[in-house]
């Protein structure tokens, strides 16, 4: 069993920063790409950042420049700096990693989901 736990959503002022964080624990080989996406009610869940594990991270067009992926391999964890945040941002965050479960299986799993609200 792989549970993903997100923290560090919350409230902010439009401008202001949030870092994000989830960690997977469970029976895990390894972990390949992990990521952040968000959705906000009537629209679909899209893209913000990616990561793999090793290689080119990717980012969501409307936050480029303003927010940064990383990772912590040992920890299993992925983290979102968020900066410059403006009233768009506000949705519900989710945490997303391709992780390996046994020798020939590895599936895609998703935390429970943060909200970030960015007033304006």
């Known amino acids: 069993q792989v549970q993903l736990v997100e923290s560090g959503g919350g409230l902010v002022q439009a401008g202001g920063s949030l870092r994000l964080s989830c960690a997977a624990s469970g029976i895990i080989f390894s972990v390949n790409a992990m990521g952040w996406y968000r959705q906000t009610p009537g629209k679909q869940r899209e893209l913000v950042a990616r990561?793999?594990?090793?290689?080119?991270?990717n980012y969501g067009d409307s936050v480029k420049g303003r927010f940064t992926i990383s990772r912590d391999n040992a920890k299993n964890t992925v983290y979102l700096q968020m900066n410059s945040l403006k009233p768009e941002d506000t949705a519900v965050y989710y945490c997303n990693a391709n992780i390996v479960t046994s020798l020939y299986r590895s599936s895609d799993y998703w935390g429970q989901g943060t909200q970030v609200t960015v007033s304006s």
């Open positions: 990561i793999p594990s090793g290689g080119t991270t």
